[in-house]
Every structure is written in C-alpha cells, then in structure tokens.
C-alpha cells in the first residue's frame, strides 16, 4: 500500500499549499484557482492547469473534486448570515466557505488545513469564526475553537522560517466522526510562533536578495529619490536637534501648514469646526503633530522650502513619513513601503508582508524595488519557481496573494504531532502520518516545481472530459476566465473578430474572412465539420464543440453569422486558448526550411511581427516598416552583428545580406524569400527568423514571450499601427459610413477621427500579433480599454493642429490629450499599469459648413429627429478631415509613477463638464473627472515609452 496521502488544493493560487504538502510528501489529486493569471503560474510550476471556479465543482448540482486524504484551502474571508443561534452550514450558505464545507460533508478527508488573514479572528468576524467552528464539528470534525497564528519570520530558517512578517491564522481539523465533538469539547490549537513568548529569529535580509540588481525596472525613480533623501535629511536634522528616537506618531507634513497663522489650541479648535466628526484617533495625531511643529518650526520650515515639499514634485501622500525603523541611522538604511497613506519605514532585518498591490518593498541600502524573484524566496518558493515571462505586477500581486510555504510546512508538521492517536485509527490518517514524519527536516529540502511523476500524474482539470458530462453539468463548468468577469472583451467589428479568431488558433494570414475563420476554428478544435455548410450551420456546430450557448435568431442572419455570433464564438475560444485545451491550424513551414525539428517554430502572421521578433531575440532597437510595408536593412545588419559577428556576410544589398544570413544559419533561400525593389518577403523573414531561433535554442518563442517588457511592446505596436495606416486624410464622410456599417459608436459624434482610430486600430493591433495566453483585464466600471498582448492599452486619438484650408492658415492646439476616467485608470495602474498608444494629427476645418450639413442630416435619417444641442447651444465647427502625424506610446508602470507623472504635469486630473441636455430640456447628467496628458510634458518626462513621426507610403 502506498504510503504517499493525497490532497486537494482549493483557492490554489500560484501553489504555496501545493509546494508544502508535496514536501511532506503528499500528491496533489485536485487543485482549482479561478484567476487565470495565477492558474496559468501555477501549471507552469506544477504541471497541474488548475483554472475553474469551486462554486460550480462543489454544488448541490454536482460534486467534481475526488476524494482525497487532505482538504488545504486558503480561502477569501466573508461575512455570513446571522440567522439567530450558530446554525452552522445553513449561515455559511452563499459564501465560499460553504462551498468548501461541501466538499468536507461529501469526502470526509482525514484533515483539513485552512488558513486566512488574521482579521478572521479578530472582533470583527466572531460570528464568522464561530460559524466555522460549528461547521466542522457538525460534520464530525475534531477541531479547536481557538486559531493558530503563523508568521513566517518566527520560524527558523530550518523549518521554511523567512524574513517576512506576515500573521495568518491557521486552523487545523481531524475527522472523527463521533458526537462529542458537538459538546463544545475540542483540543488546543497547534502552537501560534507569534505573540507573547514568541522567540524572535536573527534574519539577514541580505541572504535572501539577489546580488547586483540593475535592471532599471526595480531601480528608483528621480522623483522617488527626492522623497525619500528629503525625509531622510528631516530625520537626520530632527535626531540633531533633538536626540533620541523618531517620533513613533504618523508624521504629517501638511498639518503643519495649520499652525502657520494660529497657535496649537486654535488650530485644533477650527479643525474640529471643520470636521464636526473628526476621529479621536485623528485628533490624537494632529496634536501630536501640532506639538512638534511647534517645537520645531525654526528648522522645518527651511527643510520644506530646501526640497520644495509643498511643491508639484511632492504629492500628497508623499508628504507623510510613518517611522517605524526605531533606532535606524537613515532613512536609507531601512526597508520603505511606499503606502497610500504615506512612506513608511522599518528595520532592514525583515520586510512587511507583501500585499496584492502596488507596494513593493523599496531595500533603502541598495535604493531599489525587492524583484518578483526576492518576494518569491521570501515566500519560501524555490528559486526553480518561474513566473516565466508575466509582467512583474501579476507576479507581485500573486505573491500578496499567497501563502508562505514555510507556515504551511509548519502547521501540517503540528497538527500531525498533536493528533497523531486520532490519525493512526484510519488508514488514511495512517498514511499522512507516516509521509509527514518520513519526510525531511525542511521545506526547502524537497519542494521543486515541475509536474508530477508519469506513473502518478492525478488529472488535471482539463483532462476531466466535459463530453462524459450531462448537457446541464458541461454549462455550469464553463471556465470562469471569462463569464462576467472584465477579462473577455467582444470584438466592435466583424474584422476584429476574425483576426482575434485567427490570432488564437494560429491560421495562416492567407484568404481571411468570416468563413476562413470558421475553417480555423473547425480545425484547431480537430472537429469533422463540412466546409460546404452554410456558415450558420458551421456557427452551430462550433458553439456545440466549445460550450457556447447559441441563439440562431441572435447569432445568424440567413446563412451568415453575424457579429454577435463571432464573439459568442470568439469567447468560447478565448477560454479553450486559456487553458490550453484549444489546438493550433498545422501551418506549413516555408519550404526554405527542410529536415526533421521544426514543428516548434511559430511563423510570424505579419512582417512587423516578424521584424520585432528578429530585434527582440537579440535585444537589437525597435523596428519599423517603411513605405510599402517594406523592413529596414537595420533588422538585417543588426541581427549579423550580434549573432553572426564573425561571418563573411555580403552586406551589398538587402536581398544578398538576407540570402547571406539565411547560409550561415544552415537554412534555405529561394525566390519566394524576396521579391523585387529590394524587399524580403514574410517568408524570407520567417526563414531567418527560424535559423536565429535555432542558433539561440530558442525555438517556438512567440511575441508575447519577447515583448514582455511594457516599452517594447509599445514599441511594438506603434510600429504596427503605423504600418496600418498611410498619411493620407481620413475623409470625414467615408469613416462616418464605415462606423455606422459596423454599428459602431462614433459616428454621430464630432470627433469621429478618435472612434476611427480606436476600432480600426484594434483591428490592426490583432492581425499584427498573435494573443498571449496570458489573460489581461481590460474592463474596470464602465471603462473598457482597448486592446492588450501582455499588457493593456488605450487608443487615443489627438488633434495637434487645425487646418483652415479656405483661409490658408494652421492653428496650432494645446499639446493636450484627453484620457480615461480617473478612477478605471488609476485602478488598472495599480493592479496592473498602463499604456496610452497616442496618434497625434492635422485636422482638415470644415470651414464652408458642408460636412456639418451633411452630418446632421445623417444624424437625423438614423434616429428620425434633429440631434439636441450642446450645453452651450452652439455647435462647433466639425472636422472634414484628419491627417496622422505622429504616434507615440506612453506607459504607467504602477501608482507611484502614476502620482509622479500627476506631480510633475505630466498628467492632471480635469473635470469634463455635463453630458449634452435631455430631450426634456433639463441639463445633463456630470461627467466623471478624466485624466489629462501634456503630451509635450510626457514627451520628455517619466512615460514615453515611444514614438515614431509618419513617413509617406
């Protein structure tokens, strides 16, 4: 019999529990986790997909996790009923843990290990601990009413201890099975390692750091720099003037503007008239703060005027210091939080415990940003765990949204020892005893990502088949990635969605439409599907084959499927993509490449794709195509020197320095790699970048695997987006009509020429490059931006000068970009940044007012009525034509760049007024505040990431 337990891993994350429990010698039979960012992370390192939702797979419908020896979950804290008494399972009802507790009362495993925020103790969550409780003993589960709490930085080093202050409460169950444990009898808690008696360990932050960080992305920014060396010179003055330690209050320098006319007492006094409500709490700082103005107020205020604090270079919640670092020589000496609701310093020795957002410890001695690597050892993950090529705020959010590895370790080992009689009695309990005690001294001794053994390999997720599943099952397990979540965004026309279609199933550029793009489906989905069928028909079919509910009436006309059928089928196969469960279209690979090992390589779709794809393998500058989509001799030149330096290459023209390249990388050259005026067809593009590929051992890599730096793909996509289009003027009336065939919004509106842009952008952005099976959010509230590879990205389209060609002159605008709403932006920046891909142009005047004549009546032919004025009852004068000029990309890492770009003026916040008057003659309902880019300010500040003046084609 084996002597190995199984356990299921609910809540999964990137695998915290999975990395403890396998050390302890335990098999993961089950794991679900319902981000797809983080599922994605965690088959990378477990070789279990994992992606799903525990609300479909524990059901009063259905019960899909198997039976197992352990139950882990760290599970989201939720408030229950209060029904009156402690009914248990009936108050957890609509909460998550009562889908857990489904699992318990239908399996029984032997123990349950759960873990949460310590505020589930707190007195906040009483009725929700109790509720807990009285759920497990009610299912005959011998349980203590009091939690354990676990911090990783109280555990030694040998026991998966690190450097890392992070409390979670801990609660370990065995089954038993008998009455007695609804007496209100149950054993101690495991030992917590945190509170009074704890023994502290002596950590060297040091050990766990990566040597020699360089990478700009983790170094300071200037601005970060300024405030930081300005708090630090006001604790050096302070410790000068008044010896002793750093006040322990908050420390707030924008209270002190406060006393610069009234004393202390008066101060407080007109505060509290202000603020009738005022916290005590509050009230205890101010005057605290007050004091110590007051005290020193002779130097203060020339450390303020020295560093500008009071100045744009100084945002508000940079203007607080929290000094918790006691005795610590400099503010540069400690380890910073920069928190919303100041900086906030600590001792060197251990960091705060790292959270899912942007606030990432700042290691004041080497003025830097802990990496995705140092959070991972500090949550006791091996340096094998790989984040592969995920933008660092995913990795950073996951991390704050893990469990240490070492506590978990820690925990099972306790709860083994302290219930080791009750588990011997079954032989599951025997099995988890006998594995943990086998198992070595240490976490860190064994846990190594990778799948499991072949022999042993439980299924994963996908390969439970939905086919074996009744109808009513198969719908209630479609993946959540997607279902009413902000991930999938329909596509706004009939050529986006065909190109996403094509993006994801990996079709040749070749014969693009709305059939091809149902043939790519059937294949990639290995179905038998005639292609003589009518389009509707083969509509139908694929929806049955991906889980998608089908509305003949709404998603075909005739024999066509319309739009809405595309994106019906376009968010089936976005999900299938996602967990890897939908095939690639065998592509043919150009005939130049002959011989066995190629099945890896990914043709580029597009010849930009192909050409960034050639500059990224090297880290040559970005590319771009020039007129007639042609590429530069550079990504030829560039490519020789860093991968064929010593090679006699014959550099006379393109064609020859191609062909030149193609023999020194042992691939083929034919007629079909070139054509005539000097240009390299995409298939001599795809030869090249196949040998380059092979030389580097990097075959199969794709864009998204290149591009996960946020500049070069924005590089990469400006590039695109300007080889879409040619500098010749939009004419109004044309792209007017072309919005309102793809009932696209936009065209009723005076500024057409930015909906243009945005639509028909994303539909070049998706046959530029094929997607990332990274899912990125893109919706947040009524916002939705408009495209995304690895990261996401807004289009936005900006009038730099006006041309008044009757009167023969130009009038040049404010340099001002007009953005998003304030609040979806600042949200997306800090789960994720964000990038702005800006087209600057002229704008023809419709001087004589023909286009606004036309305008309104076509305005009126599609509602039937005259359109309402504006607010000023005036009408502008509208725009003719618009002619591209420039295209730039702007990048917003995270909020700290953000609130420095709003510093320096950059960026500002601006309120936009009302919406136009109601038919019923009252005002306008207030438009949300949007941010504001000076776009001359950004040219040369902190977010160009780049920028490319239009060339003629």
């Known amino acids: 019999m084996s002597r190995q337990f199984t356990f299921v891993d609910l809540f999964a994350g990137i695998g915290g529990f999975h990395a403890a429990l396998t050390a302890l010698g335990g098999q993961c039979a089950y794991a679900i986790e319902i981000d ?427 390969d439970i088949s939905s086919t074996a599943m009744p109808a009513a099952v198969r719908r209630s397990r479609r993946d959540p990635a997607f279902r009413d979540t902000p991930y999938f965004v329909p596509a706004g026309t009939t050529g986006e969605a065909t190109a996403r279609i094509f993006g994801l199933t990996g079709a040749p550029p070749a014969g693009r439409g709305e059939k091809r793009a149902l043939v790519a489906l059937r294949d990639a989905l290995g179905l038998d599907v005639d292609v003589v069928r009518t389009n509707a028909v083969m509509g139908q079919q694929l929806a049955h084959a991906l889980d998608v509910d089908w509305d003949p009436d709404a998603h075909t006309i005739k024999n066509k499927v319309t739009l809405a059928g595309l994106n019906a089928l376009l968010e089936g196969a976005s999900q299938a993509y996602q967990r890897r469960a939908l095939g690639r279209v065998p592509q043919v690979p150009p005939t130049t490449l002959t011989g066995a090992g190629w099945s890896a390589f990914e043709p580029a779709v597009s010849k930009i794709e192909a050409v960034t794809r050639i500059a990224r393998l090297t880290s040559a500058p970005p590319e771009w195509l020039g007129p007639g989509s042609k590429e530069h001799k550079s990504v030829l030149l560039n490519l020789a020197d860093a991968l064929l330096p010593e090679a006699r290459l014959d550099r006379s023209s393109k064609t020859r320095l191609g062909r030149s390249i193609a023999e020194a990388l042992d691939v083929g050259w034919n007629d079909t790699c070139y054509s005539t005026g000097e240009t390299i067809s995409l298939i001599g593009l795809n030869t090249i970048l196949a040998g380059a590929e092979r030389r580097l051992d990097r075959l199969g890599t794709t864009a998204a695997d290149l591009l996960a730096d946020p500049a070069a793909e924005g590089a990469a996509l400006a590039a695109a987006l300007h080889d879409g289009w040619s500098a010749a003027t939009w004419d109004a009336r044309e792209t007017v009509e072309w919005l309102r065939d793809n009932n696209l919004r936009g065209a009723n509106d005076n500024e057409w020429q930015g909906w243009f842009f945005e639509a028909r952008g994303r539909e070049l952005l998706n046959a530029a490059f094929p997607p990332s099976r990274q899912a990125v959010r893109l919706q947040y509230g009524r916002t939705t931006f408009d495209y995304s590879l690895n990261h996401p990205w807004d289009l936005k389209a900006h009038t730099e000068v006006k041309v008044f060609a009757d009167s023969r002159r130009e009038q040049v605008e404010r340099p001002v970009a007009i953005l998003n709403d304030v609040s979806a932006v600042r949200e997306c920046v800090s789960e994720q940044g964000l990038g702005f891909l800006v087209l600057s142009g002229s704008a023809v005047m419709d001087e004589s007012g023909e286009f606004v004549r036309w305008h309104r009546s076509f305005k009126a032919q599609g509602s039937g009525r005259l359109p309402a004025l504006s607010n000023s009852g005036q009408s502008r004068q509208r725009k003719s034509g618009f002619t591209p000029l420039r295209l730039e990309a702007f990048w917003v890492a995270d909020t700290l760049r953000l609130d420095e770009a709003v510093a320096s003026g950059q960026l500002a916040a601006r309120p936009q007024g009302r919406q136009a008057p109601k038919g019923d003659g009252s005002e306008g309902s207030a438009r949300e505040d949007k941010f504001h880019m000076n776009l001359e300010r950004a040219r040369t500040g902190s977010i160009l990431a780049s920028g490319r003046q239009w060339t003629a084609k």
């Not at 932050?205 to 700009?216: A, G, H």
């Not at 303020?304 to 000496?333: C, H, I, M, N």
């Open 36 to 462: 797809a960012n983080a599922a994605a992370i965690y088959e990378r390192n477990w070789g279990l997909n994992p992606l799903g939702d525990i609300t479909y797979d524990a059901s009063d419908a259905q019960m899909v996790v198997p039976p197992h020896d352990v139950l882990a979950a760290g599970f989201p804290c939720q408030p229950f009923s209060k029904t009156g008494g402690n009914r248990g399972m009936d108050e957890a009802r609509g909460t998550l843990f009562w889908n857990i507790m489904k699992v318990v009362e239908t399996h029984k495993p032997a123990v349950v290990l759960l873990e949460n925020v310590r505020n589930l103790i707190g007195p906040r969550h009483v009725h929700e601990w109790h509720t807990i409780i009285a759920s497990l003993r009610g299912a005959g589960y011998w349980v203590s009413d009091r939690p354990a709490v676990i911090s990783p930085h109280c555990l030694s080093p040998g026991r998966g201890g690190r450097p890392q202050v992070r409390e979670r409460a801990f609660l370990t169950a065995t089954y038993v099975g008998g009455q007695d444990v609804l007496d209100g009898l149950g054993p101690d808690p495991i030992p917590s390692n945190v509170g009074p008696g704890a023994r502290g360990i002596e950590w060297r932050l040091t050990d766990y750091l990566v040597p020699d960080v360089q990478d700009p992305r983790y170094q300071l920014t200037e601005m970060e720099s300024h405030w930081i060396s300005a708090w630090d010179d006001w604790v050096r003055s302070y410790r000068a003037r008044n010896g002793g330690r750093i006040p322990g209050f908050p420390i707030w320098a924008d209270s002190w503007l406060d006393l610069r006319n009234d004393d202390v007492d008066a101060a407080l006094a007109r505060l509290k008239e202000l603020e009738p409500g005022l916290p005590e709490w509050k009230a205890s700082n101010l005057a605290k703060n007050y004091d110590l103005y007051s005290a020193n107020r002779h130097w203060i205020d020339g450390w303020a005027r020295r560093w500008s604090v009071y100045g744009e270079r100084f945002p508000a919640s940079r203007r607080k210091l929290e000094w918790q670092a006691q005795d610590t020589a400099s503010l540069w000496d400690t380890v910073m939080h920069m928190r919303p609701s100041g900086i906030r310093a600590k001792p060197p020795t251990y960091v705060p415990a790292l959270v899912a957002i942007t606030q990432t410890s700042i290691y004041g001695p080497q003025r830097r940003r802990l990496t995705p690597r140092e959070g991972a050892r500090l949550m006791g993950f091996a340096d094998s765990f790989t984040f592969g090529s995920q933008r660092d705020s995913a990795s950073y959010k996951q991390l704050g949204n893990a469990v240490s590895v070492g506590a978990v370790w820690h925990a099972m080992r306790e709860h083994v020892d302290r219930d080791a009689d009750l588990l011997r009695r079954t032989p599951e309990g025997s099995r988890i005893l006998d594995s943990v005690r086998a198992a070595p001294g240490s976490p860190d001794h064994q846990h190594q990502p990778g799948p499991p053994p072949a022999a042993s390999t439980p299924p994963s997720r996908r």
